[in-house]
């Protein structure tokens, strides 16, 4: 079965420190990826999604950019970080292909707190 | 356009007694809906999914969702709800046409009394 792998689990950084995040799946091919945040209190904002290597689509314009080095990783970055890139930050896949029907699946996520 | 809407966004319940969490859509095309359930830094995990086969569709832990076309709605009920049930859920319209698009509801908190 497929499975997600996020880390690190929590993250305390300060205002301007770069960021780096990591996704790996295991149990699939090709599948599409995707980064999304929770700010506290509030929903899930798709950040990025991936539908191979180097293949990377923006939703939101922001100072955070996307990385899909392999076909099962997925990196989230940034060269400095802002108060308001604090939230919960997950990845998600969803098997490659229009298949009427397909979940994603998600990782636990990784706890962002910007002092 | 199509959106989520989950009416409410906490409900409370006693133990024991039937959960009731509520969500209507807006698609012009047949979609896809889901439900997820996240506890506390956690991810979402899939409670549910239908996909034009049944109407009433069962999940995992006890949930079922009931999907009306009339009504564009996709209910998630439980009758009985546990302690362990406490968490925040979401529905999740996938659209099966054009670019597959996700869409998520802002959510529900799901608070259960002792």
């Known amino acids: 079965s497929q499975t997600i792998h996020q880390w690190p689990a929590t993250l305390v950084q300060p205002v301007g420190s770069p960021l780096s995040l990591e996704c790996t799946v295991e149990?699939?091919?090709?599948?599409?990826l995707y980064w999304y945040r929770q700010a506290a209190g509030r929903g899930l904002q798709l950040l990025f999604y991936?539908?191979?290597?180097?293949?990377i689509s923006s939703e939101v314009p922001q100072n955070l950019s996307a990385s899909r080095p392999q076909d099962r990783q997925f990196i989230l970055s940034s060269k400095k970080l802002l108060l308001s890139d604090s939230g919960f930050y997950l990845c998600?896949?969803?098997?490659?292909?229009?298949?009427?029907?397909?979940?994603?699946?998600f990782g636990d996520g990784t706890r962002l707190s910007i002092l | 356009a199509q959106s989520v809407t989950q009416l409410d966004s906490h409900v409370s319940v006693s133990e024991g007694t039937p959960v009731l969490l509520r969500c209507n859509y807006s698609?012009?095309?047949?979609?896809?809906l889901f439900w997820y359930v996240q506890h506390p830094n956690k991810g979402l995990q899939l409670l549910l999914k239908?996909?034009?086969?049944?109407?009433l569709v069962k999940g995992i832990n006890g949930f079922e969702a009931e999907f009306k076309k009339s009504e564009t709605s996709f209910h998630l009920t439980k009758p009985s709800a546990h302690m362990s049930d406490a968490a925040e859920y979401f529905c999740?319209?996938?659209?099966?046409?054009?670019?597959?698009?996700?869409?998520f509801g802002a959510g529900t908190r799901l608070f259960v009394k002792a």
């Open positions: 998600a896949l969803e098997q490659q292909g229009r298949v009427v029907g397909q979940p994603q699946h």
């Open positions: 149990g699939t091919s090709n599948p599409n």
């Open positions: 991936s539908v191979g290597i180097g293949q």
């Open positions: 698609s012009s095309y047949s979609p896809s």
């Open positions: 239908y996909t034009s086969a049944a109407t």
């Open positions: 999740v319209v996938r659209l099966n046409t054009g670019g597959f698009k996700t869409i």
